[in-house]
Each structure stands twice: as structure tokens, then as C-alpha cells.
């Protein structure tokens, strides 16, 4: 197995269960995942899931590194990638396909592509037999940061809905912690992203940053991957690195989001799930998410919590990575604010809200008042023009 120079490998141990696995970081190493497969999950045999849109390129990679490797592919599934497809139905397949296959407790199921391949493919790990190895292969920037690390898995609920309306979509209402055996992410996959997706990740980027490490923040204002910044692999391998290390720091001390420090990662998401609800705006998982630190930042400062002006820190940066900072066509603001009763970050309908305080500093705040939130979506609602 080639060592390049730029690779950074990072353990996330797990305290609870007694498990390490590895996330390897680099450029140009997707030819060496059979190699590590057969040594984070030796089986002979292993199951490919696919996101359709790199099923001819890196699935093709993935397939030919694991026969190089002595692994053969039993079957490899090509899913449709979408919040739609995202959801139990999917999963039958999937658990059919398993059957059909024949695949036992130490066949490892590989997942090519971006969060919503890394959720399905990992709660349908978790469920076959109980839990079989899952191995992810990240090719976007946000699956590379936050889906694929940490063991957070599942479909998304078709909700009850009236007569007529469209069915609503309940996010990761039904799913599974599985940590995975291994996550390999060659940020060469990058390249083919188009601009948007790849835009999309850095927003979780900047949460992290927000969160753990003030260092990261000022380095993504100076000279982040963007519109202008840095791209090289190098930059990439580091940017990748820093923001898992992040998430496994958080992850190792609660795993199962069960008493406090993993609820962080959650900054900005209570905001974005809402956004995400109102189809109609066509927004990325990663805009939202954007939109939604700001939220917070604003949500902050009228709890007097916030350092004052964070909130336009992060909206120029926001803006300089090619992210939204205003939606003009949000719902009513007492709607919004219905719809976060009704997330699962919620608690008994109170709202919990992740506040920044200073750059790498937040604070999680139980219920938090109404009118202070109101003041978080007004300050992401932009004026419509007449």
C-alpha cells in the first residue's frame, strides 16, 4: 500500500463499546481501499452501494481495488440519490438484496458517495443480522466532514399528512448509532463535484470551526477553499483532517448524543431542518445549515450570549464561500417556530438551541423563548422586492 505524503489518518476511539476505527485522509488513495478493507474487515466477499451519479467512475475504482485486494463483490447497488429515496422502502430493498446475496455477519457493506448513501448503507449495516462491518467511501465534501464519521444512520419517516397535501418528510426519524469500520476519503473525488455541492460541504466546515477551533475559522477567512481560496490536495487533506478530528474529538465523549456534548454539532441545524421542510426554496442540506448559524448567532446575541458582531463575521464568510446568507420567501416567522417544536432536537416541544459564544465556543440552551428565536429568523429573512 502506497504512503503518500499528504495523507493524515485519524482514529476515533469509542469508550462505550471498546472500538477504534480509522479515517484516512488523502489525495489519490481510492486505489488502496481493498487493502485496507481486507484489514479493517476481512471477509472474501463484500457488497457495494452506489450514489448513481459516481456508480461509473469511483464505483468502478472501488470494485477494481477490492479484486486487487482478493474481495469479491457480491452485488453492487446503484441508489438514486435524493431526501425522497431516502426512506424505509429503500432500506426493504436493500435488506432483500442482503438476503439474495448471501452475505454473513463479517460481510463488509461499502458505501461510495455522498451523506444520504452513507446513512442508508450504514443503517442497513446496522440492522442485518443485527450489525454487520460498514466501511464508508465519502465522495463529497459534507460526507466527508460529518456523514461518514461518527455513526449516526438512518431513513428518513413518511409522516401522517391531510387529505391531498403532499407527504412530509420526518429527517433521520428512524434509524441507528453503527460506527463504521473504516472511512477513507481521497479528496481527488472533489474535482467532479459540481460547484454548489462542493460549497454545500464548507458550511459544516465553518460550524465545526465555530464550535472547536477558532484557529480553523480565521484560516477559512483568510484563504478557504472557495470561490477564491486554496484547492490544492494539500489544502484539501488539511481542511478534511481538521474538521473530522473535530467531530471524533466531540463524538468520543457521547457517542449516542445521550447527556450533552455531541448535541453541539447540532449548531445551526434546529433552524436548518425548518428551512429544509419548505421544499419549495430548493436549498441545499449545507445552505441551510449556513442560513442557520447565522440564526444563531443573531439568537445569541439577543440572549446576551453571543460575542457581539459574530453573526456578520460569519455571514462574510458565508458570503465570500458562496452561500446564502437571506432567504426572501420563508414561511410566517410563527410557523417556523411551530415546525422547531416539532424537531427532533426538541424536547418535550420546548426548543433546544446550540448558541455560539466566541469562535470555538458554544453553549447548549434549553428552552429557549419564542420571542428570542423570532429574532434569529428575522435576521435571516430577506426584504422582498416589489
Known sequence: MA????????????????SQYEVVVGAGILADLGTRVRASAPNP??????????????????????????????????????????????????????LAVGLDRQ?????????????????????????????AVPTTLLAMVDAS???KTGVNAVMP???????????NLIGAFHQPSLVLADVETLASLPDRVFRAGLAECVKHAMLADASLLTWMEQDAPGRYGDTSPGAMV??????????????????????????????GHTFAHVIESQTALGLQHGEAVGLG???????????????????????????????????????DTDILIRKMCGDKKASARRIRIVIPVVPGQAKIVENVQHDVIRVGWERIRAIREE
Not at 463488509?108 to 440492522?127: E, Q, T, Y
Not at 453571543?306 to 432567504?327: A, N, S, V
Open 3 to 18: 504512503q503518500h505524503p499528504q495523507d493524515a489518518v485519524v482514529r476515533v476511539d469509542i469508550p462505550a463499546h471498546a
Open 45 to 98: 466477499q463484500a457488497l457495494l452501494i452506489v450514489d448513481e451519479a459516481v456508480a461509473h467512475t469511483y464505483g468502478r475504482q472501488v470494485t477494481d481495488s477490492l479484486s486487487e485486494a482478493g474481495i469479491a463483490v457480491a452485488a453492487t447497488e446503484v441508489v438514486a440519490v435524493s431526501e425522497q429515496n431516502k426512506v424505509l422502502a429503500t432500506w426493504q430493498g436493500l435488506m432483500d438484496r442482503f
Open 107 to 135: 460481510s463488509p457493506v461499502i458505501a461510495v458517495g455522498g451523506g444520504i448513501v452513507s446513512d442508508m448503507a450504514g443503517f442497513a449495516a446496522a440492522s442485518y443480522m443485527r450489525g454487520i462491518p460498514f466501511v
Open 149 to 151: 464519521v461518527g455513526g
Open 161 to 171: 399528512s391531510s387529505a391531498g397535501s403532499a407527504p412530509v418528510l420526518g429527517k
Open 238 to 267: 488539511d481542511l478534511v483532517a481538521r474538521n473530522v478530528s473535530i467531530k471524533a474529538s466531540i463524538v468520543q465523549q457521547d457517542e449516542r448524543e445521550s447527556f450533552g456534548p455531541r448535541m453541539l454539532l447540532n449548531l
Open 293 to 331: 448559524l447565522i440564526a444563531s448567532c443573531a439568537t445569541g446575541q439577543a440572549l446576551g450570549m453571543t460575542e457581539p458582531g459574530l453573526d456578520l463575521r460569519i455571514e462574510r464568510l458565508l458570503t465570500r464561500l458562496g452561500l446564502p446568507t437571506r432567504l426572501a420567501d420563508l414561511d
